[in-house]
């Protein structure tokens, strides 16, 4: 029987199209001529990495007369599979994911700085172990993965995402497999790394040009994507459209380092001219902060108070969008963070808000502030502005009244018409607060909106406790994870989230 379907019109493929997943429209394009020119592959967005796949598939689409067209977002994977143990430092701080082979000297130099038990430690991570064919740091990690995938499913009843996560782990090969297969993504990743494949994939470079930055060059290798984008951006010969620009690092703790702000160098002013592109509505940014250790903060702040970021910030009129993520605050709780720093950075000396005429949508995250610029800041927002997320903040203030005296501030100067005196309600800004989790798993936080309106705008109750400056009682805000759109709950205790049937009513360690 002669199949009707060729003959219906390219708007009804179209809409059927419309309903399919990437995969199905990829086997009908296979298999009708007519469907294959009339639906195309939702190719919206590329990826670049230091993995040869994925660089020829962005060639490949690069080069395509139609899907290329249609590509409105390039993401630039800076992230690299590390080559031995991470280093033995609180992953809560800023950091850099270096491993220790990306320390100066080999592990067992590099060693020979701590105490004798912690030496042999670092050494042992480094050993293979014979019976499991690869090395310990590997099958450590591996193991440190599934208890990592455990943990975050705790007491949780089983969704559908967590019995697909289930089967794939069963189904996980032998571990000599994997570290073979690691392997062999190592040396691929070695190659790219040592050419330049990836960088002219998004660009035919021109020549290089050899300077230092803060007298250690090492460190640019470390953000090879971040340096070739801001280079093609700023290259005046090639004129570009781009609308947004995102470095992000989803809260996790790291980002571009700060210190490409201490002084002159090219990939500051490639930034800045970057800044400069017509069109750019919005910039996402995420800073590094200090580093491993506390100490290395004093190094950086200068580099936020120079007024060099404000300069290149400033570039940027006709923003629509801003978000500043950084390192400086990984944990509001946490009474030491700040210790040593200069009392405040006031945020309008690094934010130019004044030259952001068209700014509706403000982010700030892990920084130090006060309940007092907290309040001049967002007075001195433009008038467009529609929504803002304050998050991980630390507070300096003496008297330790954190969020709950600085939504006090803030209500109060609204009343007062201090603070939004010229907006009806339909045109007051929607504040979003979020706070991690205490004790929980990275990416995990307490996002309260609903509440902070009812205070800010109604009759409703401080949502935060006067005795804790960071802290919310339960049945405040929303759980949310980075990392799982799937996870979304109420914030309250574990028996309301059973009545709920979002956990079970018994915790079994080993369950998964």
């Excluded at 708007?11 to 059927?16: F, L, R, S, V």
């Excluded at 007024?307 to 509001?332: K, M, Q, S, V, Y």
């Excluded at 994870?481 to 205790?493: A, G, I, K, L």
């Excluded at 028996?495 to 079970?504: A, E, G, S, T, V």
Aim: with cysteine; charged share 30%.
């Amino acid at each position: 029987m002669t199949s009707s379907l060729p003959a219906l019109p390219f708007e009804i493929w179209g809409c059927i199209g419309s309903y399919l997943t990437n995969a199905d429209i990829k086997s009908f394009r296979l298999a009708c001529s007519q469907f294959n020119n009339a639906v195309y592959l939702r190719l919206d967005h590329v990826f670049l990495s230091a993995n040869p796949l994925n660089i020829v598939v962005f060639r490949s689409i690069a080069s395509h007369e139609k899907f290329r067209h249609r590509v409105t977002e390039i993401i630039w994977d800076e992230a690299r599979l590390p080559t031995g143990p991470r280093r033995t430092t609180d992953l809560g701080e800023g950091h850099e994911l270096l491993s220790d082979e990306d320390e100066p000297d080999n592990a067992r130099e590099w060693a020979k700085g701590y105490g004798i038990y912690a030496r042999e430690k670092i050494i042992e991570r480094h050993q293979d172990k014979e019976k499991d064919g690869c090395p310990k740091w590997f099958k450590d990690a591996c193991e440190e993965n599934f208890r990592y995938i455990i943990s975050r499913k705790s007491r949780d009843v089983d969704r559908p995402d967590y019995v697909a996560q289930r089967e794939q782990v069963l189904a996980r090969p032998a571990l000599i497999e994997c570290w073979q297969h690691y392997q062999h993504l190592l040396r691929q990743q070695k190659d790219v790394l040592a050419g330049t494949s990836d960088q002219e994939a998004f660009f035919i470079p021109g020549p290089a040009t050899a300077y230092e930055w803060n007298e250690h060059p090492e460190l640019r290798e470390r953000y090879r994507g971040f340096r070739t984008v801001m280079r093609v951006l700023a290259n005046a010969n090639e004129p570009n459209s781009i609308s947004e620009l995102v470095m992000t690092s989803n809260l996790v703790p790291t980002g571009i380092n700060c210190m490409i702000f201490a002084k002159p160098c090219e990939e500051y002013d490639n930034f800045a001219t970057a800044l400069r592109t017509p069109g750019l509505r919005r910039l996402d940014i995420s800073l590094l902060i200090g580093c491993c250790h506390k100490e290395d903060i004093e190094d950086c702040w200068p580099s936020l108070l120079n007024g060099r970021l404000r300069r290149a910030l400033g570039e940027a009129r006709e923003l629509e969008e801003f978000r500043l993520h950084t390192t400086l605050i990984n944990d509001p709780y946490d009474d030491d963070d700040g210790d040593g720093l200069p009392s405040q950075i006031p945020l309008q000396s690094i934010m130019p808000v004044e030259k952001w005429p068209n700014l509706h949508h403000f982010e700030l995250s892990g920084f130090l502030v006060s309940r007092y610029d907290i309040v001049s800041f967002l007075a001195a927002l433009p008038k467009p502005i529609r929504s803002i997320e304050l998050s991980m903040l630390g507070f300096l203030d003496e008297d330790g009244g954190g969020w709950y005296s600085a939504l006090e501030d803030i209500r109060q100067s609204i009343r007062e018409n201090v603070l939004w005196e010229e907006r009806d309600v339909t045109s007051r800004p929607k504040l979003t607060i979020g706070l991690p989790l205490v004790n929980d798993e990275i990416g995990r936080n307490i996002w309260i909106e609903k509440e902070v309106s009812e205070f800010l705008y109604g009759e409703g109750e401080n949502p935060f406790a006067q005795s804790c400056r960071c802290n919310v009682l339960f049945g405040v805000g929303t759980q949310k994870d980075s990392f799982d759109p799937n996870f979304e709950r109420p914030y309250v205790n574990i028996f309301d989230l059973i009545k709920l049937n979002i956990c079970k009513d018994h915790d079994d360690p080993y369950e998964f």
